[in-house]
């Protein structure tokens, strides 16, 4: 499975963006894929996942409520749709997809992605 991250960029507090994760590969479809970020000096940390079938999706906290996982089958390509953003959404997102298809649940921990997308930088100033 490979992917290609794109989108990003500099927004002000309150505003929107969007993600897109293109992934390629015959069996990418049955696989979970996810989107973590990384802000300086801190360790990566979940952000959202979205279960294989499309069945399940999962959100840290912080995210809750503001940002959206989504993924058009057609393109095979998921989406990170990023509302309300703060401050504290500031740093490089990686999009990354499971490590085993048909995983039973949606994986939450960065060890369980084996596939991983170059980052994107979303910048949110106050």
């Known amino acids: 499975v490979q992917l290609q991250a794109s989108g990003g960029g500099l927004v002000q507090a309150g505003g929107s963006l969007r993600l897109s994760c293109a992934a390629s590969?015959?069996?990418?479809?049955?696989?979970?894929m996810g989107w973590f970020r990384q802000a300086p000096g801190k360790e990566r940390e979940f952000v959202a996942a979205r279960h294989w079938s499309g069945a399940m999706t999962n959100y840290a906290d912080s995210v809750k409520g503001r940002f959206t996982i989504s993924k058009d089958n057609t393109k095979n390509t998921m989406y990170l749709q990023m509302n309300s953003l703060k401050p504290e959404d500031t740093a490089v997102y990686y999009c990354a997809a499971d490590s085993k298809p048909y995983r039973f649940d949606t994986p939450k921990e960065a060890v369980q992605y084996a596939y991983w997308g170059q980052g994107a930088q979303v910048t949110v100033s106050s």
């Open positions: 590969g015959s069996t990418a479809s049955t696989y979970a």
